[in-house]
């Protein structure tokens, strides 16, 4: 299999990291989940009390030299885990708080900049499965397959809910409801990059068709392409 870049952007819980990951696993390509790392991000900033917005390019610039985001593969879940300075906060970044905090972290004009750099330096020279906002249109505008996702967002709050409830999370599908909005309207309303679909990107909307059924479809182009 040529190794090529596939850029999957979309709206939040439209399941692009479940189609990303399997779309990976059968092309043997390296999946990166790029919202995993301003999460990385917001988680460290929010512990560490930076007052970000105030800062210069240089000085943010600085301050990310010293944040080290990996993802490493669990053997036992099966599944790619996110490292912070060598610290698994995988749970973490996925947490309410971060959620609530990452929408205003990526709306940083520095970060994204460094962000951006860091997700094409991560790519070089393999297949790679990314996901986003901003891939298909920014990071990478030549990717050979581009994905743009969305589902009604009602289907979408009812999706993210069960998944946190089945983690513990004591949330609200009306905070769920409300996050996602949130995310949704800063997503594509923000200066930096918003979230928008590349012109030549394929539309799915995955409100009514299974992951299987999404995963056909996309390697289907994935191979037509190829
Ligand atoms: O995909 P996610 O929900 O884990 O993303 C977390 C946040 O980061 C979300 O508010 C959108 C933002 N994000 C972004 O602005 N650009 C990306 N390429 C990925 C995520």
Same mark, same amino acid.
Do not use: G, V
């Given at each position: 299999m040529k190794s090529i870049t596939i850029a999957i952007d979309g709206y939040s819980s439209c399941g692009k990291s479940t189609l990303a990951k399997a779309l990976a696993k059968e092309l043997g390509f390296t999946y990166i989940d790029s919202g995993a790392m301003y999460r990385a991000v917001s988680l460290y900033i929010k512990r560490s009390k930076i007052p970000i917005d105030e800062l210069s390019s240089k000085e943010v610039k600085e301050i990310l030299a010293d944040v080290q985001i990996e993802f490493k593969w669990n053997r036992e879940t099966m599944l790619s885990e996110t490292f912070l300075n060598g610290e698994n906060v995988e749970n973490e970044i996925r947490g309410k708080e971060v959620s609530d905090s990452v929408s205003k972290i990526a709306q940083n004009k520095n970060i994204r900049t460094i962000l951006v750099e860091r997700q094409r330096e991560m790519s070089k020279g393999r297949g790679v499965v990314m996901d986003g906002r901003d891939i298909g249109t920014k990071v990478f505008p030549k990717a050979e397959v581009k994905i743009f996702m969305t589902a009604e967002p009602a289907i979408r709050a009812e999706r993210r809910y069960s998944e946190l409830k089945a983690k513990g999370? &004591?949330? &609200?599908l009306e905070e769920v409801i409300e996050n996602i909005r949130l995310r949704d309207y800063n997503d594509s309303t923000r200066k930096e990059n918003p979230l928008r679909k590349a012109e030549d990107a394929i539309e799915i909307d995955n409100s009514f068709i299974g992951q299987e059924e999404q995963l056909g479809m996309v390697l289907k182009i994935v191979h037509e392409k190829i």
């Open positions: 999370d &004591t949330i &609200t």
